[in-house]
């Protein structure tokens, strides 16, 4: 099950530049996981500063 983005997203960027795989990208107000790339590893979920990543 990929990681998801939840509205507490306040658009940092952080995990973006963590994703080893590159799975985030900016979105409409918040950023999104690309659900087909994430590999689960967990990694943005460790660096997001709101906890808005769920996994």
Excluded: L, Q, R
Excluded at 14 to 27: D, R, T
């Amino acid at each position: 099950m990929a990681y998801v983005i939840n509205d507490s997203c306040v658009s940092c960027g952080s995990c973006a530049g963590e994703c080893p795989v590159s799975a985030i990208s900016e979105g409409d107000g918040k950023y999104v996981i690309d659900a087909d790339t994430c590999i689960d590893c967990g990694t943005c979920a460790a660096v997001c500063p709101t906890g808005a990543i769920e996994g």
